[in-house]
């Protein structure tokens, strides 16, 4: 397994993906961009090992090994121009300039928060290359007038949207478009009940904190004259596309457990990784994707990833050379839902939640 092997299983992954991405798009959303770069990562454990290769976190004083896929591709035509695998120990905010050698001027960046670097918007300002990106709380924000520091709790106090022109950082001062838009009840106790859960018991989130998750809020450099606030949140959805191909390659088939311990090459590593999310990938748009919306036109249900694998998994390649009859179809949609739940959401229902802001 050389170099060369590894870059044949990239591209093969790049083609895959490529197909998939494209789906499901609304293209009229875009067609005043040259091109439209979505950027996003996702990190996959591995065995111990490998911690030479790629460090990780740590927990209980031992260093974990850690995967972290870095992924740029064009929302429109689906052409994977960067897509790498570098240690959990780069952040998101490392890799954040890596866009200037695949950007042009007229073309649209949408990031994730990992990638909040008020410089990198800057520059992108500059060079003419629009984007768009969820707003991080904390970051500070000036009336584009008077400059005076933006109280954004008393901004958005008592208003179902606000749609302004701020700039954005202390040091840089990047004119920005916030666009926030309120959610339901459900949308923001969803959000509150997940940050006290993941938040250190000995600190506390601030009371604003908490007003601003009851809010979905975007900053970006496209005018209200190309977008309404509406589609904002609509063309940020569009990662969605990306969400889910992550998801299906963590969840269900531990592809790290298929990983064999001794190898401590990156290309061995590297060339199994990139075919095992090429199998997930494909997996994901040939028998899963059609499955679950053929269960839910059907019978109405949702069905759950991870129980759908578990019991596709008994005779995998019956399912991946023949297609799902209606006997096995009903019994997934009596076996694999979700089970019912008062006190939180399962997976679908919060991404659905997070990508539907006006719902």
Known sequence: ???AWVNVCKQLLHRSISKQIEKGVNQKLFTKFKRVW?????SLALPTILRSV???NYSLGQQKSVAKVNIVIDLITG??????IVPFTVNEQ??????????RSGDLVIRDLGYFVTDTFRKMLAANIFFLSRYRYGVSLFDSKTLGKINLEKELSGKLSVDKIFLLGHEHKVPVRLVAIKLNECQAAERIRKAKKDRDKRLNHSKEY?????????ITTVGACIWTHEQVA??????????????SWKSGFNITELIPHAYTRTERVESILYLLMLFLTLFNAFIWQPLKWEIKEMWGKNISLLKT???LNVDLMKWWNNPVDWKDKKLIAYHCCYEKRNDRLNADQRLELFFNPLA
């Not at 979505?38 to 996702?42: F, G, H, P, R």
């Open 210 to 218: 908490y007003v601003l998750l009851g809010y979905i809020i975007f």
């Open 38 to 42: 979505i950027q996003d990562s996702t």
């Open 234 to 247: 609509q063309a940020y959805r569009s990662r969605w596309n990306i969400e889910i191909l992550f998801k």
């Open 1 to 3: 397994m050389t170099v």
């Open 94 to 103: 490392k890799l954040s300039n890596d866009i200037f050698a695949i950007a």
């Open 54 to 56: 790629f460090p990780g």
């Open 79 to 84: 052409m994977c121009p960067l897509l790498n």
């Open 309 to 311: 694998i578990a019991y």
